[in-house]
């Protein structure tokens, strides 16, 4: 009988990140979940093992290294190893034309979503190397591939994440470790919500530039990061698969 994967989810407390955690804990696999929200962590952890997983919720702000660095360990403490790592932690922080952007704003978005993810990636590539391989999922965006007008700072910063994950890939590769992106299209989270200023106007406009003329769930995101996580993608490494509705094949 195989052994359940041991999976840990940063930025696992909502949206993308929390649908891949019970999609995880619907397989059997061990979870740790991580975000900055205790109350809410405990919740979910409850959840997942209400669903018949191990689960524990680690309390870890991504931009701080001794938090990320402990992250890592209890996980390996507690499953004595990590097989899949799910780097989802992200925020798209204040949008509007680059003659607006402050230096503020840029070090919010880039602190998190990029440093936060060079973070992970340094000591979950650690774990994995030491271990002989493992599976680590980036969280990216289709704005990570093409421009975006209003939204400079946040793309650029998806862009970093997408040149991480190809130098990690080339990185662990010989040694078995698999690092690939996820680069969602427009999904229906908060986030989306916050990024249309909660307008509907402004939100069915960006769904009509979408060929599929929707968003995609959450489930849809977490099954793409299930496959990635799995032994049918193993030849699979440095990659970005977009799961945008045909948004960048236009």
């Known amino acids: 009988m195989n052994k359940p994967l041991t999976v840990l989810i940063t930025g696992a407390l909502a949206g993308i ?6 999609a995880f ?31 524990e919720f680690v309390r870890a702000d991504v931009t701080v290294e001794p938090e990320v660095r402990a992250l890592v360990e209890a996980t390996l403490a507690r499953f004595g190893r990590l097989d899949v790592a799910v780097n989802n932690a992200g925020v798209e922080g204040t949008l509007g034309p ?7 704003n840029y070090r919010a978005i880039f602190d998190t979503n990029v440093l936060g993810t060079l973070l992970a990636l340094k000591h979950e590539m650690r774990a994995m190397l030491a271990q ?29 994440v997408e040149g991480l994950t190809k130098s990690a890939a080339l990185e662990g590769a010989a040694a078995g470790v698999r690092v690939n992106t996820v680069a969602p299209g427009p999904v229906q989270t ?16 960006l769904l009509a530039t979408v060929p599929m003329r929707r968003a995609a769930t959450v489930d849809e995101i977490a099954g793409t990061i299930l ?23 236009q």
Request: without cysteine; charged residues 20%.
């Open 17 to 22: 990140g929390r649908a891949t955690a019970l």
């Open 190 to 205: 908060e986030m989306l919500e916050r990024f249309v200023g909660r307008d509907a106007a402004i939100k069915e406009g």
């Open 25 to 55: 804990a619907r397989q059997g696999a061990n979870l740790v979940v991580s975000g900055r929200r205790p109350d809410a962590g405990e919740q979910l952890a409850a959840e997942l093992r209400a669903l018949g997983a191990q689960a």
């Open 98 to 104: 680059i003659a607006e952007q402050g230096i503020d």
């Open 132 to 160: 002989g391989g493992g599976s680590i999922i980036n969280l990216s965006s289709m704005v990570g591939r093409v421009g975006a007008a209003g939204a400079s700072v946040y793309t650029a910063s998806k862009h970093a």
């Open 227 to 249: 496959f990635l996580a799995s032994d049918q993608s193993r030849f699979l490494t440095g990659q970005s698969i977009g799961v945008d509705g045909g948004y960048t094949a």
